[in-house]
């Protein structure tokens, strides 16, 4: 048997040997491999960058050679960190000692100046922070020297080290902070760069700008003192003004980035290194500012957030999409993205019903009745009330769709079939109508169903292109990994809507003077080029909406709150309007959009705006109407007779004069209320008069009806005949009186339009 006591060297000796000998086993080059460090970088369409993507790794960075760095970054870096780079062989022993007597007398690891080497290693795999694994750091570091070149660990350090803000690596930094290649940077900025990665938190710039600078400085004076600059270098770099770009910088387009993100495949995300996306970003900035801004001058009314999409109809690109008022204001759900959140259109959808009517052998003349009316659906039944809370008698297709009115819309549904409009909205992209049709029922058209507001976009834009539509288009081009591209094409467009339906919808829409009677003359809706428009807010109030289209664009805005407050005194007009009128003139400036292209099989036919029949001479005036070729009317206006005059109302039996001071004693009988007369431009003037006609047991019994037209006594007429008023263009108020003194008694008033 041996003695222990030799054994016990011998065993020490070997150890010693097997030891150094492990110095030189190669470090595995894999774990030094770039490839893992790479990001995805998402450009708008003219190529600005809008965002630089985290790897799965946690890498923010382009792989930098040497010559790609700043010679002024690799400097300050060295002096930074550790000056005696390319004297030692991966660790400083005098360094070590001191951190583990450190570590003896405090009983935690306080990390004492680690080399380069060592950074790097910490960089590549994390490691505990014990006494143990400082060890394994240093031997791993030596053998790390080893393999690879000095340079090459500066280059591994520089492309792996964090410098706060997720950015890792000198490229990803100086394109953070400086928005610039790392190669351009200068001896400042290079400086500020290099002081950041001791404490990223501490340091950062985005918290503490100063801290930032102090770290700057710090390591100006240590280049002097390494020898790699001159005092005076120093001392000019010191006060060189810094313009380190703003944090909202990092994420342009926020919500249309998250976006894109979600359409990519989990493959296409990891495997791209770029995407060319069809964002136009000077837009978007604009946008940015309007909507942030219209958001602001809301915010007494109730309205904390609002979005807005702007789609190209040619190919369906998106060329801006603001999801929030402010993506990065935590309070008001900024990060919640406006633009795919489910809410109530309100009136928007109603256009799609009108279509389908259309479609269905009605005109843009046909008449429909708006009086109270009940529609029975699945639970219970249903009144639907306009927007005014008035009803206005018998309409034509054409001012129900542009005063948007409720009655109309669901009488036409219920004679559609709710179903076949659930149908045909799913073609048109609304997928996230995902219950049963049964479930929204009549209510569908009157918007009881949750969309987004990217989908409204979409199948407006297939109303701007003659029925057919298309999916948006996000991505217009990546490159992979391996450098290879893949262009992508607009989405395949499918025909969903007859184009005839799609023009006179489109034509309504575009109407000024159809949507007056609701609306009034100065609307926001109305713009220097024809601009189909549509505005919708929710029951409660709680959205507002206004979507249109010229032919070139398609724009739809919402506003409302994230939370579903009820917002007040707002209407799709007064909310959403002025910021809808403000992206169409950034749009098209000029004014130069063209008028809307109509397809074959229209006709043309001038009708009674009362009947919707024939216009024959008795009838009050007459309008151009468009009609798919077949449905226009064939008959003569059967309801008009003799120039200008209404027939007279039926005598009541009892003319007693009692009740003298009820309303319904006295009426204004002729026009309807809520009717719209058009000038017409050839006839000449003088003849152009309104017969207006009084009613009820009051006007007989008194034997003399006295007019007043906004508010002003305009004369006195026979009630057998009529009091004749030149036409004038403007909106008026019309009260008849009969009687005198304390028996002087008026009717309802009535509202009429004159456009020209
Ligand atoms: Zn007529």
């Not at 790479?38 to 600005?48: E, K, N, P, T, V």
């Amino acid at each position: 048997m041996r003695n222990p006591k030799t054994l016990l060297p011998a065993a020490a000796l070997a150890g010693a040997a097997l030891l150094t000998a492990s110095l030189y086993i190669p470090y595995p080059a894999a774990k030094l491999d770039p490839g893992a460090v790479m990001s995805l970088r998402i450009h708008d369409r003219s190529g600005a960058l809008l965002r630089e993507v985290l790897s799965d790794e946690g890498g923010r960075c382009r792989w930098l050679e040497l010559d790609g760095l700043s010679p002024h970054l690799v400097r300050a870096t060295l002096a930074a960190e550790d000056k005696d780079f390319f004297l030692h062989g991966g660790v400083r022993l005098p360094s070590i000692v001191r951190a583990l007597v450190q570590n003896a007398r405090r009983g935690r690891v306080v990390s004492g100046a680690s080399t380069i080497t060592q950074q790097v290693l910490r960089n590549v795999e994390r490691r505990p922070r014990t006494v143990l694994a400082k060890i394994v750091e240093a031997w791993l570091a030596v053998r790390l020297e080893h393999t690879m070149s000095k340079a090459g660990i500066l280059v591994q350090y520089l492309n792996r080290v964090p410098y706060g803000n997720g950015a890792f690596g000198a490229e990803a930094a100086s394109r953070l902070y400086f928005d610039k290649p790392c190669r351009q940077l200068g001896l400042a900025e290079s400086a500020f760069l290099a002081g950041l990665p001791r404490s990223p938190s501490a340091s950062n710039p985005y918290r503490n700008l100063r801290a930032a600078l102090v770290g700057k400085t710090g390591v100006l004076r240590r280049m002097v003192r390494a020898g790699f600059i001159t005092p005076e270098e120093s001392r000019r770099a010191d006060v060189e003004y810094l313009k380190v770009v703003p944090e909202t910088e990092r994420f342009r387009a926020p919500h249309f980035c998250d976006l894109v993100l979600g359409s990519l495949e989990t493959r296409a995300r990891y495997g791209s290194r770029e995407v060319w996306t069809t964002l136009d970003l000077g837009l978007q900035k604009k946008i940015e500012v309007l909507l942030g801004r219209r958001v602001d001058s809301l915010r007494d009314r109730g309205i904390s957030n609002g979005a807005a999409v702007v789609m190209d109809n040619k190919n369906g690109d998106i060329l801006a999409l603001v999801g929030s008022a402010d993506y990065f204001a935590d309070a008001d759900s900024g990060q919640v993205n406006g633009a795919l959140a489910l809410r109530q259109p309100g009136s928007t959808l109603k256009p799609f019903t009108y279509a389908l009517a259309l479609e269905g052998g009605l005109t843009a003349a046909s008449i429909i009745e708006d009086a109270p009316e009940a529609f029975a659906v699945l639970d219970g039944n249903y009144e639907p009330r306009n927007y005014d809370r008035r009803f206005h008698g018998p309409v034509r297709l054409r001012s129900a769709l542009a005063s948007s009115y409720n009655v109309p819309a669901v009488t036409l549904l219920e004679s559609i079939g709710p179903d076949i409009l659930y149908y045909r909205l799913k073609a048109l992209g609304f997928d996230s109508l995902e219950k049963q049709p049964g479930h929204y029922g009549l209510g569908l058209t009157l918007g009881n169903g949750e969309v987004r507001l990217l989908e409204l976009v979409r199948a407006y834009a297939a109303l701007a292109s003659g029925g057919r539509f298309r999916r948006e288009r996000t991505v217009l081009k990546r490159t992979g990994r391996d450098g290879r591209e893949t262009s992508f094409g607009p989405e395949k467009a499918l025909a969903v809507l007859a184009p005839g339906a799609a023009y006179i919808i489109t034509h309504i829409l575009s109407d000024p003077d159809a949507r007056v009677p609701t609306f009034g003359y100065d609307s926001p809706l109305r713009l220097p080029f024809p601009c189909a428009a549509k505005t919708g807010t929710s029951k409660d109030y709680r959205d507002n909406w206004t979507v249109g289209y010229t032919t070139a664009y398609t724009v739809g805005v919402w506003m409302g709150n994230f939370d579903g407050k009820p917002m007040h005194d707002v209407s799709g007009i007064t909310g959403c309007g002025p910021l809808f009128r403000d992206i169409f003139l950034l749009l098209d400036p000029g004014g130069i959009s063209r008028p809307f292209p109509e397809p074959a099989g229209l006709v043309r036919a001038s009708i009674c705006p009362v009947s919707g029949g024939l216009a024959g001479p008795g009838c009050p005036g007459n309008v151009l109407e468009i009609f798919m070729a077949g449905t226009e009317p064939r008959k003569p206006c059967g309801g008009h007779h003799g120039f200008w005059s209404g027939s007279p109302p039926p005598r009541p039996a009892d003319e007693t004069g009692k009740n003298l001071r009820s309303n319904s004693a006295l009426r204004v009988a002729y026009p309807p209320d809520g009717s719209v007369f058009r000038i017409d431009t050839v006839l000449r003037r003088e003849y152009q008069v309104l017969g207006l006609k009084a009613g009820g047991p009051a006007a007989d019994a008194e034997g003399e009806v006295e007019w007043w037209i906004n508010g002003t006594r305009a004369g006195r007429a026979h009630p057998d005949e009529d009091f004749l008023w030149n036409l004038e263009p403007g909106s008026y108020t019309i009260v008849a009186r009969a009687g005198s003194g304390r028996r002087t008694i008026e009717s309802r008033a009535i509202r009429i339009t004159v456009i020209e």
